[in-house]
């Protein structure tokens, strides 16, 4: 294993002059923008997801009852009626509580998995956990905390992961992956060097499963190994095709500059599709 993975989190110290500790409001604030800017501007990937340029092959003589087919499976050891997630969208504010409320509601009644948006406002403000806790709405879905993986880069560390985990209840830790959202985003957290190795030593020490996100630029072969060598327990790769966060990020920023950075990269990132192709490839044991 490289030697980077071993890096302790006190190891390396931000220097960065653009480092900015954003306050609990300004958080709160960009949240409510993201579900704002989703609902009302047009923010999606003009390419798709590439899912389409694959089919199924039909089979005329299937050999089954269809009656005996059932889609339930077991994933970081619980058990789901389909193999489907609700993945991590929001929380921080009220419409958000009211989205993850609903969202929870449809997993419990459909025992689908579902993951959480981002919980550094909640670290932030305390009083927002609530608009991220649905084990009451959902207590017996396989349910994700998040966080975002530059955060270990900002001040956090195990602390704030087991607090993330903890207030939800969770059965395990989304770390996610947004180098792009936060270099377009205003005021964005843009230090990544040396994540690998705190992502490392948090998968030996959290309670439960890490599991590595993008958030709609996609994960490359050669990167998820990297993150299975890590000890990551599922990648979710979150493609391109779906939501633009450049764009969101653009629509969001009041800078002119900004604005056209998000517009740039606007179709940037590799197709979902492409995505689980390739990394079936190099790792066909992975989740």
């Given at each position: 294993?490289?030697?980077?993975?071993?890096?302790?989190?006190?190891?390396?110290?931000?220097?960065?002059?653009a480092?900015?500790?954003?306050?609990?409001?300004?958080?709160?604030?960009?949240?409510?923008?993201h579900?704002?800017?989703?609902l009302?501007?047009?923010?999606?990937?003009s390419?798709?997801t590439g899912?389409e340029?694959?089919?199924?092959a039909h089979?005329?003589?299937?050999?089954?009852?269809?009656?005996?087919?059932?889609p339930?499976?077991?994933?970081?050891?619980?058990?789901?009626a389909?193999?489907?997630?609700?993945?991590s969208?929001?929380?921080?504010t009220?419409?958000?509580q009211?989205?993850?409320?609903?969202?929870?509601?449809?997993?419990?009644?459909?025992?689908?998995?579902?993951?959480v948006?981002?919980q550094?406002?909640?670290?932030?403000?305390?009083?927002?956990?609530?608009?991220f806790?649905?084990?009451?709405?959902?207590?017996?879905?396989?349910?994700?905390?998040?966080l975002?993986?530059?955060?270990?880069?900002?001040?956090y560390?195990?602390?704030?992961c087991r607090?993330?985990?903890d207030?939800?209840?969770?059965?395990?830790?989304?770390?996610?992956?947004?180098?792009?959202?936060?270099?377009v985003?205003?005021?964005?957290?843009?230090?990544?060097?040396?994540?690998?190795?705190?992502i490392?030593?948090?998968?030996?020490?959290?309670?439960?499963?890490?599991?590595?996100?993008?958030?709609?630029?996609?994960?490359?072969?050669?990167?998820?190994?990297?993150?299975?060598?890590?000890?990551?327990?599922?990648?979710?790769?979150a493609?391109?095709?779906?939501?633009?966060?450049?764009?969101?990020?653009?629509?969001?920023?009041?800078?002119?500059?900004?604005?056209?950075?998000?517009?740039?990269?606007?179709?940037?990132?590799?197709?979902?599709?492409?995505?689980?192709?390739?990394?079936r490839?190099?790792?066909?044991?992975?989740?």
């Amino acid at each position: 294993m490289n030697s980077s993975i071993e890096t302790p989190f006190d190891s390396a110290t931000v220097t960065d002059s653009a480092t900015v500790n954003d306050s609990a409001t300004v958080t709160e604030s960009r949240k409510a923008d993201h579900l704002r800017v989703c609902l009302e501007e047009d923010v999606q990937f003009s390419q798709t997801t590439g899912l389409e340029r694959y089919r199924f092959a039909h089979c005329c003589l299937p050999e089954l009852d269809r009656a005996d087919v059932d889609p339930a499976t077991t994933f970081l050891d619980k058990s789901l009626a389909a193999p489907l997630l609700i993945s991590s969208m929001t929380g921080g504010t009220e419409l958000a509580q009211t989205i993850n409320f609903r969202l929870a509601a449809a997993a419990q009644a459909h025992g689908l998995a579902m993951g959480v948006g981002s919980q550094r406002v909640a670290i932030e403000n305390p009083e927002v956990t609530a608009t991220f806790n649905v084990r009451s709405i959902a207590p017996d879905i396989l349910l994700f905390a998040n966080l975002g993986a530059v955060q270990l880069n900002y001040d956090y560390g195990l602390e704030e992961c087991r607090r993330a985990i903890d207030s939800l209840e969770a059965d395990a830790l989304v770390l996610h992956l947004n180098p792009l959202q936060e270099a377009v985003q205003t005021r964005g957290d843009t230090n990544f060097r040396g994540l690998l190795g705190k992502i490392a030593v948090l998968c030996r020490q959290l309670p439960v499963p890490v599991i590595a996100k993008e958030v709609g630029n996609g994960i490359s072969a050669a990167m998820a190994q990297k993150l299975i060598e890590a000890g990551v327990a599922a990648i979710d790769v979150a493609g391109a095709g779906g939501t633009s966060w450049a764009k969101v990020e653009g629509e969001r920023a009041k800078d002119p500059l900004q604005r056209r950075l998000g517009e740039t990269f606007a179709d940037w990132g590799i197709p979902t599709g492409e995505c689980v192709k390739t990394i079936r490839a190099i790792a066909p044991t992975c989740r």
